[in-house]
């Protein structure tokens, strides 16, 4: 079986930065995912990481220690429109995606 | 281009009765999946497809059948609702690095 953990909620102010840490076992891992879901809308993909390393696109960035089973999401210079879910997610050589339970951040002024 | 294209928006069924979720996508992927989200949780897997003509079970797939006859269709089968049911569904597909997702169903069963 496959299963992630991450944290309930978390909260920073505007301007600053955030790190969304995931930890997860599985078998035949192929890849850590994130995906960005606000409130009453669909999931949205932010970023993948197949190889051990820190993958950045623009103010988001994802790492990945795979001999550690762990990743995190960092997020630079916040906005309030990053209030919203983060869930990572693992897949498998099934193309299976397995998500964690997700974090609510919530961005203060 | 649409994406992956999810109907109805929103859906209120009786106990016992069974309906169809739609999903279509037309970026020609191999992968699909339908997912529930329960309020405050994440997405939990019902069924996937990796091609037409095969499927398989997620994590939840009891009292859901799935078939996939195209590349572009996956409809996802509720065969006697009953209120545990009631949830978001999304349909997902891709493959590899990211996944794109429909805008889900929003499911009352009463």
């Known amino acids: 079986g496959q299963s992630l953990e991450q944290p309930s909620e978390v909260t920073a102010v505007e301007g600053a930065i955030v790190q969304i840490n995931c930890t997860y076992q599985?078998?035949?891992?192929?890849?850590l995912s994130w995906y960005q879901q606000h409130d009453g809308g669909a999931p949205t993909f932010l970023s993948y990481?197949?190889?051990?390393g820190l993958e950045e696109t623009g103010r988001f960035s994802s790492f990945l220690s795979r001999s550690d089973s762990y990743g995190y999401l960092l997020l630079q210079e916040l906005q309030m429109k990053d209030s919203a879910s983060y869930f990572c997610a693992v897949g498998n050589a099934g193309n299976m995606l397995t998500f964690g339970g997700g974090t609510r951040l919530m961005v203060k002024p | 281009n649409a994406g992956v294209t999810q109907t109805p928006k929103f859906q209120v069924l009786k106990t016992g009765q069974s309906m169809t979720l739609q999903c279509a996508q037309d970026m020609n992927h191999e992968y699909m999946s339908w997912y529930r989200q329960d309020p405050g949780m994440g997405l939990r897997l019902i069924h996937y497809s990796v091609g037409a003509g095969i499927t398989d079970q997620g994590e939840v797939p009891n009292g859901y059948n799935v078939s996939r006859s195209t590349t572009e269709d996956f409809p996802l089968r509720l065969l006697s609702a009953a209120p545990s049911q009631t949830s978001v569904y999304f349909c997902?597909?891709?493959?590899?690095?990211?996944?794109?997702f429909g805008s889900g169903t929003r499911l009352t069963v009463v």
């Open positions: 990481n197949a190889l051990d």
């Open positions: 997902a597909s891709g493959g590899g690095a990211g996944y794109t």
């Open positions: 599985t078998s035949g891992f192929y890849g």
